[in-house]
């Protein structure tokens, strides 16, 4: 049976350089060569690239010119695919089989920002496939005859979460839609989900425009972020005529077009070590298209007894028929060309590469009219008597159930037989309807819906206002607030006086922000006492005089810019034109990270950078999500240095530390962790706004925003080892800092070479060139003396864990409680049989971190803190940092390249050494005079010149070079008086 099918046409297309990745003088692993894609690895340039195969491998980095209408097209010899070659190997077949009445499906499918929108949807004059296929459609249809009618249908929803929200509908019900499964075809539908009938391109267009915008007012609202979204864009096309009999058929088309949520890998976000991974259903659809498309190529090969597992989410109920089933499907894979995504495209080109594996069978959808509409009368029948008759009643036999289950089961299938019923109805409704009358209903609904929207375009060149920012390039500028009165004041719907601009969401207080408009000077400023607003990255504390362009932050998701076409001339610093990644630097940079060129950063450096970025508004918001919901945490983004970390890890990462305000426990979360626990977070919150009452009760372990008490690094503290080279001992109170440079106590630490039993060795072992060292056995101590720790919550327990030269596992101190200042006096030798150069390079480039650990209680240390809000707590933690570091209320500013402290310690330990080697030649020095002015003081008889020599030689040749060189100078001095009188000089010269 697989051979019978036809597989589904796979395209991946590579984009250009985005503008970051020009900053950073990214390196192209894509090349492409007819339907071959080729993908180096960075990280091995010498292998051989990964080869895949495709239908169509669509080459869209370079080589193109923009003409004067602003269309891209490619260069004369260039191999470049603009959007016009995509649609006519992609669209035009589409709308071939459309046309002939086959079921259609487009996927787009890639990480985010590879470039599955334009594709898609397009941008400016480059329309993408969505936009052409639907114009061709409508011209098509022109040219064709009058014995045809066509009718066309457009539906668009956004699956979040596992919830469906629709896309033509300004409110849905809480929970989102609910999908249905249809009992005689076995296919899913989405319940009460709006079908608007379209006459011509424009009003596909429209509703296009429409869809995306109550996207952006409800992703905003929601704290959705847009890329974890699915957007479904179905478009029902009937063609209705007579067949030879005379007899009136309607072929349909079911057009799926589906831009696929980012496909970021879970393990690459390190979320596979959290306790409450399989808890979050952001990741669900993806997770279970991939196991579709894995089964339905296992039996495309043939495989026998494979279950395709399209219950397993949302996205795949709804997308069954044009997964493996009745339809043409197409999937474009979107790349991403930088080498910092390799791991991310490489998965992307193998999600594709087992799609292609895949087989439909699609047939022609064509039936009598009057076939269709007995059919579903009958339906209707059967289903009535079932619901009347007792139909349902079949499930009282059902063995093993208590009487509660009986009734359960019987409700929801009394549920789905009356959705159902309705569903059939409406379709029967529909066809009694003349389709001119569906047309004007929906176009007059329209109008009457979008009378705003189409003044406010009208108002944008004249008046001041605010238009959103979106990470989503397609959702920023698709809503627009006007602040041309006198005075605007912003806040929640339920403020009384209503606000003349009403935003929801987290951090959004009743009264939040007031604009005055003064002969039009606009200025800002918050509606009450702790307003979140923040104007160019800067929290806003009173009233500020707007420029155009600036960048403005209502609450923890309504992201602004300020645009005044009365008074155009931009504050300093602003850019001609203001994106989402623009104002998001902005923040990183008051917050203290710096956001500067990447050109001089690793590719690690780079991708830290990126997550600074990307993390920073999500940590905002998981901060105003915990103050809603009264969770008594805070969160901050950290980046902890190489140095500072356990594993094997040495590049720096970002991580998020969650603190208890209550007793002040912290813990550190990676990055995927934390970007886990944050779709929970947004669920539990979602479920609150709700009104759903379990999230009172909810267990610890099934919050996110518990977690079990565990040890907390402190700090760490480097000793750096090249005093070991000279055989010179490491001595030193060094400072335990922690992630941010803060110093958290001082650590008394000795390093000091010792015999096999780990006693002190003579001075005299002192060498002046390391490469003496070569080959022979060598032993030194580690000592760990004490510490003083500055925090008085840390008395509960305190070790110390460190690791030298190749070892895997970590030595540990025991652990001290009860004290801020335990005494370990920890010892321990290390030996080497035969130093090599290796460990020559470890002495002078490499360094023992060790690192402080406190033991946390889960206890609260003032019973006076559980009776105050998060909010309450988080302003008395900022004012508490202020006043123990004025002026330093934000980090200082973190560079991703550097480790300040470790260049410090480092410089110490250098200055160190140099001491300690002075203070020895000094001593050398001293013990020669001494020599000299006793050989003086001695008659002449008995001043004798061997005893002397060998005894100035003897100390010179045990220390520095500087006293060596004085050496040479006697010996060549003897020499001249030798040659000069025939005997040995008499004369000593102090040295």
Request: aromatic share 8%; proline share 4%.
């Amino acid at each position: 049976m697989a051979d019978k099918g036809e597989s589904v046409k796979v395209a991946v297309r590579v984009r250009p350089f985005n503008q970051r990745e020009k900053d950073r003088g990214a390196k192209l692993i894509i090349d492409m060569n007819g339907t071959q894609t080729r993908i180096q690895n960075p990280d091995a340039p010498k292998d051989e690239p990964k080869m895949f195969a495709f239908d169509y491998s669509y080459w869209s980095h370079d080589g193109y010119i923009e003409q004067d209408n602003g269309i891209l097209e490619p260069k004369p010899g260039s191999k470049y695919a603009s959007q016009k070659r995509v649609f006519q190997d992609l669209g035009q077949g589409v709308l071939d089989n459309a046309f002939k009445g086959f079921n259609c499906s487009l996927f787009a499918y890639g990480q985010t920002g590879s470039g599955k929108s334009y594709s898609m949807v397009g941008y400016g004059e480059n329309k993408g496939i969505v936009p052409i296929t639907c114009d061709e459609l409508f011209k098509t249809m022109a040219k064709s005859g009058a014995d045809v009618k066509y009718q066309i249908t457009f539906s668009m929803l956004e699956i979040y979460n596992e919830q469906v929200r629709d896309l033509l509908q300004k409110v849905n019900p809480k929970g989102g839609l609910q999908v249905r499964q249809n009992p005689k075809l076995g296919l899913f539908y989405v319940q009460d989900l709006k079908k608007v009938a379209v006459g011509s391109y424009k009003e596909i267009e429209k509703r296009i425009a429409e869809g995306t915008s109550n996207r952006t007012v409800a992703s905003t609202n929601m704290n959705a972020t847009s890329s974890r979204a699915h957007t479904v864009v179905t478009i029902t096309f009937d063609q209705i005529s007579k067949n030879e009999s005379g007899q009136e058929t309607k072929k349909t088309s079911v057009i799926n077009l589906v831009d696929l949520a980012g496909s970021e890998r879970a393990d690459s976000t390190g979320a596979t070590g959290d306790r409450l991974k399989e808890g979050a259903n952001i990741n669900k659809s993806l997770s279970a298209l991939g196991n579709v498309i894995s089964a339905l190529a296992d039996l495309s090969m043939g495989k026998k007894k494979i279950m395709v597992p399209y219950r397993d989410s949302v996205l795949t109920k709804l997308l069954q028929n044009a997964l493996g089933g009745n339809s043409k499907t197409i999937m474009i894979a979107a790349l991403s060309p930088a080498d910092i995504n390799y791991d991310e495209t490489l998965g992307t080109l193998r999600y594709a590469d087992r799609a292609k594996k895949i087989k439909n069978k699609a047939v022609v959808n064509e039936n009598p009219l009057d076939k269709l509409i007995r059919e579903l009368r009958e339906e209707n029948e059967k289903l009535k008597k079932a619901l009347t008759g007792g139909g349902v009643g079949a499930v009282d036999s059902g063995a093993g159930m208590t009487a509660e289950e009986r009734e359960k089961m019987r409700k929801a299938m009394e549920e789905e037989i009356r959705a159902q019923l309705m569903a059939n109805q409406e379709a029967l409704g529909d066809m009694g309807t003349s389709w001119e009358e569906k047309v004007k209903r929906d176009q007059e609904e329209y109008d009457a819906d979008n009378k705003e929207k189409v003044m406010a375009d009208a108002r944008k060149n004249k008046e001041p206002h605010f238009t959103n920012l979106n990470e989503d390039p397609l959702l920023s500028g698709m809503v627009s607030h006007f602040v041309s009165g006198s005075q605007t004041t912003i806040g929640r719907k339920d403020a009384d006086p209503a606000p003349n601009i009403t935003l929801n969401g987290l951090s959004i207080q009743k009264n939040h922000a007031v604009v005055i408009n003064e002969s039009g000077e606009i200025s800002l400023k918050p509606g009450g006492p702790g307003a979140k607003i923040k104007v160019n990255g800067s929290p806003l504390t009173g009233p500020r005089v707007l420029d155009h362009l600036d960048r403005v932050l209502f609450g923890s998701s309504h992201m602004y810019v300020f645009k005044n076409p009365m008074k155009p001339k931009k504050g300093d610093g602003t850019p001609d034109k203001v994106d989402w990644d623009f104002a998001q630097k902005e923040i990183a940079q008051a917050k203290g990270f710096a956001t500067g060129a990447m050109s001089g950063l690793t590719k690690d450096q780079q991708r830290a950078q990126e997550q600074v970025l990307e993390i920073l508004p999500l940590v905002s918001e998981a901060n105003a999500v915990s103050e809603e919901l009264n969770k008594h945490k805070s969160f901050e983004v950290v980046l902890i240095s190489g140095a500072a970390q356990e594993g094997s890890g040495k590049e720096t990462k970002v991580m998020v530390k969650m603190k208890n305000l209550l007793n002040g426990n912290t813990w550190l979360w990676e990055r995927g962790k934390f970007m886990n626990r944050r779709y929970l977070m947004q669920d539990l919150y979602q479920r609150w706004l709700d009104g759903d009452e379990e999230i009172k009760n909810i267990s610890k372990e099934a919050d996110p925003f518990w977690e079990p008490t565990e040890d907390v690094l402190i700090g760490s503290c480097n000793a750096f080892l090249q005093s070991l080279g000279y055989y010179l001992d490491f001595d030193d109170q060094l400072a335990v800092t922690d992630y941010k440079g803060t110093e958290e106590g001082q650590m008394s630490v000795v390093i000091a070479p010792c015999t096999q039993a780990g006693k002190a060795v003579d001075e005299d072992k002192f060498v002046d060139d390391p490469q003496e060292l070569v080959g022979k056995p060598y032993h030194y101590k580690v000592m760990i003396r004490n510490c003083d720790v500055n925090k008085a919550r840390f008395s509960k327990g305190l070790f110390v864990k460190y690791r030298v030269y190749n070892e895997d596992t970590y030595n540990q101190t025991p652990t001290l409680s009860g004290t801020l200042s335990p005494e370990w006096n920890h010892s321990r030798v290390i030996s080497i049989p035969s130093v090599s150069q290796d460990h020559l390079d470890y002495f002078e480039n490499g360094s023992i971190t060790f690192l402080l650990f406190g033991v946390q209680e889960d206890e609260v240390a003032d019973s006076k803190l559980v009776k105050m809000t998060t909010k309450e707590l988080r302003e008395m933690e900022s004012i508490k940092t202020n006043q123990e570091r004025p002026g330093l209320s934000q980090r200082r500013m973190t560079s991703f390249g550097l480790d300040s402290s470790g260049d410090s310690s480092q410089l110490k330990a250098e200055f160190i050494l140099l001491q300690k080697k002075y203070e020895r030649l000094e001593k050398k020095e001293k013990r020669m005079q001494e020599i000299c002015k006793e050989w003086e003081g001695k008659p002449a008889e008995q001043q004798q010149y061997e005893p002397f020599y060998r005894a100035v030689s003897a100390v010179a040749y045990s220390t520095g070079t500087k006293l060596k060189t004085r050496v040479h100078l006697l010996n060549q001095m003897q020499d001249i008086q030798k040659k000069a009188t025939g005997q040995k000089s008499t004369t000593c010269i102090i040295l």
